[in-house]
Antibody
Framework: QVTLRESGPALVKPTETLTLTCTFSGFSLITSGVCVSWIRQPPGKALEWLARIDWDDDKYYSPSLRTRLSISKDPYRNQVVLRMTNMNPVDTATYYC???????????????????WGQGTLVTVSS | QSVLTQPPSVSAAPGQRISISCSGSTSNIGNNFVSWYQQPPGAAPKLLIYDNNKRPSGIPDRFSGSKSGTSATLGITGLQTGDEADYYCGTWDNSLNIGVFGGGTKLTVL
């Protein structure tokens, strides 16, 4: 059974750095084609993709947040860590991690989906 | 502002059929596979459709997906009150080199 669980502070102050940990089981981040993504959702709003780290340590970031985000992995502890600097009240959201696929079909189209997701962790940014 | 465009809401009576559109461009939907997610109120999203039209184990065949050009569609038949949720489409964008989602569609079963 594949599971992911997000952990981190529920409350951070403006300008602080947020550190979130995704602890997973049931799969390995050493296996080719396996990735972990972070996605967030402000209250009442849509999903926003943040970052992804791949089995081969390739990393991808949202262009609008690239300068503030850092993603890393410890595949032997089955953990992925997301750091976001200079937190602002607009960063208040539920943060999810999700196992992500990464492959191409024979025609060169990219195949990627998020499954499963963690339960999410609500982070509030307030002084 | 989401990269993919979905209608904000759709509604129908129990037993009826609905479809939800997801519009993109050649840099995302046009050249990559699309997935769909169901998010009931207060819950995490769950994969509903992957590779445009495939259903994971446990997802009933009332749910279907299709893609044509730069648009994708989620179809739900035999609507049930338990289908009330937000639905999101997602894919990869080759120009931005990131994952992208639609703005979500709220389904109300009247």
């Amino acid at each position: 059974q594949v599971t992911l669980r997000e952990s981190g502070p529920a409350l951070v102050k403006p300008t602080e750095t947020l550190t979130l940990t995704c602890t997973f089981s049931g799969f390995s981040l050493i296996t080719s084609g396996v990735c972990v993504s972070w996605i967030r959702q402000p209250p009442g709003k849509a999903l926003e993709w943040l970052a992804r780290i791949d089995w081969d340590d390739d990393k991808y970031y949202s262009p609008s947040l690239r300068t503030r985000l850092s993603i890393s992995k410890d595949p032997y502890r089955n953990q992925v860590v997301l750091r976001m600097t200079n937190m602002n009240p607009v960063d208040t959201a539920t943060y999810y991690c999700a196992r992500t696929t990464d492959s191409y079909d024979s025609g060169g189209s990219y195949r990627s989906w998020f499954d499963p997701w963690g339960q999410g962790t609500l982070v509030t940014v307030s002084s | 502002q989401s990269v993919l465009t979905q209608p904000p809401s759709v509604s129908a009576a129990p037993g009826q059929r609905i479809s939800i559109s997801c519009s993109g461009s050649t840099s995302n939907i046009g050249n990559n596979f699309v997935s769909w997610y169901q998010q009931p109120p207060g819950a995490a999203p769950k994969l509903l459709i992957y590779d445009n039209n495939k259903r994971p184990s446990g997802i009933p065949d009332r749910f279907s997906g299709s893609k044509s050009g730069t648009s994708a569609t989620l179809g739900i038949t035999g609507l049930q009150t338990g289908d009330e949720a937000d639905y999101y489409c997602g894919t990869w964008d080759n120009s931005l080199n990131i994952g992208v989602f639609g703005g979500g569609t709220k389904l109300t079963v009247l």
